[in-house]
């Protein structure tokens, strides 16, 4: 049972993108959309480069914003502001969700690629304030993202983070392989990945999942 093989766990991680909403949200088509015309202001080139260089540094970097740092020297500041000013009416509360999170036994913190003031904006149109201990933006991570390993060791020694009596929950197969290496439980939500050695678990349901182990 599901429930026997997170007996353990004390702290509950979660991803934010595609993970505490649905892609059916088409939340991030928005946020691709402010990246890619970021790309074509600050580069000063078209927008099928801009598409590719987006695409590009995220299969790269983990992120389109560390490629950007990397590669050009961006500021991630107004970077993030930028392509995180977007409708959230798009959003709808999950209250069956909320309350399976609220059920999970110990802390429960969001660690996202994003930024804290956009995590904490989607969470607010999910109707998931109060749900979490705390919020980790790719800002705490110091600007590296998931899924490199300083990211996950940074934000880990900050949120006092046991991997060995915690669980990971993220819609980027990618973003799992740290995690395990670390000694967590992990769990995908969303895609089938090709290869799943460094995932413990599956859904494409996450309330129901929740509900299987609350």
Request: proline residues 7%; negative net charge.
């Amino acid at each position: 049972m599901p429930r026997d093989k997170f007996s353990h766990v004390s702290t509950w991680v979660f991803d934010l993108d595609n993970t505490l909403y649905p892609p059916s949200m088409r939340l991030f088509d928005q946020i691709e959309v402010r990246m890619t015309n970021y790309v074509m202001s600050q580069l000063r080139v078209d927008q099928h480069e801009a598409d590719r260089l987006r695409r590009h540094y995220w299969k790269s970097y983990g992120t389109t914003l560390s490629g950007l740092m990397r590669e050009h020297s961006i500021d991630p500041l107004p970077y993030l502001h930028d392509v995180h000013d977007i409708d959230f009416s798009v959003l709808k509360p999950d209250h069956i969700l909320a309350s399976r999170i609220h059920a999970l036994p110990g802390r429960k913190i969001v660690y996202t690629n994003g930024s804290a003031p956009y995590a904490e904006r989607v969470l607010q149109a999910r109707g998931f304030e109060g749900l979490f201990e705390a919020i980790y933006g790719v800002e705490h991570a110091d600007f590296h993202p998931k899924p490199e390993a300083r990211a996950f060791e940074t934000v880990f020694e900050k949120a006092r983070v046991n991997p060995w009596t915690s669980a990971m929950f993220e819609d980027d197969p990618r973003n799992l392989a740290v995690p395990h290496a670390m000694g967590m439980k992990t769990v995908l939500v969303g895609e089938t990945p090709e290869n799943a050695a460094h995932i413990h678990h599956h859904t494409t349901d996450l309330a129901s999942f929740l509900g299987e182990i609350g």
